[in-house]
């Protein structure tokens, strides 16, 4: 389609993920998981910056609170909330996933958190869902990698995207309960050389879904029911994840991958890129109220 994406952020991530655009604070942050590393975009000065160092820890993925603090789903199933560099411990591990991490994150309208572990080579991956008072649950106990996610406009859909699989399903959710039930396929990537995998996703004012290819090197638009619409090429391999911001939501931040593997995947392989585009807009996401 002729769009270019613009650079942003030249930061080599090993592992650029979980973009997401605070609202109240006017800054874009994003992650780099296996480092540990939190970066935060200030569009308005232009600058961005690391903003916390876990020391090596992994972070899965994060959403933003209530309250405007950062919630931080890590390595062993550790839930923290970062505010302004200071760490708070809701708990330190889930027992079953003490030699895995959380792998992307999403908030639902009632402040639940949706989050997926990875597999080890004892058992597949799980996803959970955490409720505002703390405690937690499998919803679906079989993942290959559990990844993107996002609600459909009407809220009575959750899409959720396992990359081993290839595979985007939409679950019908009940907001009541949070709970999902009955996956009917949204969309099937080819198993095919240049194609690869979805990872990251949102989802547009209009219901499309924007899917991040690892590997393949694009994003692709889908309509509603799973047609695809277009597809955005990028100069790195492995596009991992995109979220809308900005004051009116037509900013399109997505992160890349591969940053140690500079210039075999791309010579800003990593690094945070941003898209324009005419007609798009996105919608906040959903904050969550998790506590103790």
Avoid at 42 to 66: F, L, M, N, T, V
Avoid at 83 to 93: F, S
Avoid at 113 to 125: H, I, K, N, Y
């Amino acid at each position: 389609m002729g769009v270019e994406p613009e650079l942003v952020a030249d930061e080599p991530c090993n592992i650029g993920e979980g973009c997401l655009w605070h609202p109240t604070e006017r800054r874009l942050y994003w992650l780099d998981i296996s480092a540990g590393h939190l970066y935060r975009y200030d569009p308005a000065a232009g600058r961005h910056e690391r903003c916390y160092d876990s020391g090596g820890e992994a972070i899965g993925g994060c959403s933003i609170q209530a309250d405007g603090a950062l919630l931080l789903l890590m390595a062993r199933g550790a839930v923290r909330i970062w505010r302004d560099g200071q760490l708070t411990t809701l708990w330190d591990e889930i027992p079953e996933e003490r030699n895995t991490r959380f792998n992307d994150v999403i908030a639902d309208p009632e402040g639940r958190v949706f989050g997926g572990t990875m597999a080890t080579p004892e058992r597949p991956g799980r996803q959970y869902r955490i409720d505002p008072d703390g405690s937690y649950r499998v919803v679906i106990p079989e993942v290959g990698t559990p990844n993107g996610m996002g609600f459909t406009p009407d809220g009575k859909s959750l899409y959720f995207t396992d990359t081993h699989t290839h595979r985007i399903e939409r679950f019908a959710y009940d907001r009541a309960s949070g709970a999902i039930a009955d996956p009917q396929l949204f969309a099937d990537v080819p198993f095919t050389p240049g194609e690869g995998g979805p990872d990251g996703m949102t989802v547009d004012a209009d219901g499309n879904v924007w899917s991040a290819r690892w590997d393949g090197s694009c994003l692709v638009q889908y309509r509603p029911d799973g047609t695809e619409m277009r597809r955005i090429a990028f100069p790195v391999r492995k596009v991992s994840s995109v979220t809308f911001g900005g004051d009116d939501y037509a900013d399109m931040y997505v992160t890349t991958a591969g940053g140690q593997l500079r210039p075999g995947d791309g010579v800003h392989a990593g690094a945070l890129y941003r898209l324009r585009l005419d007609g798009v807009r996105g919608v906040p996401e959903f904050r969550s109220r998790i506590r103790l």
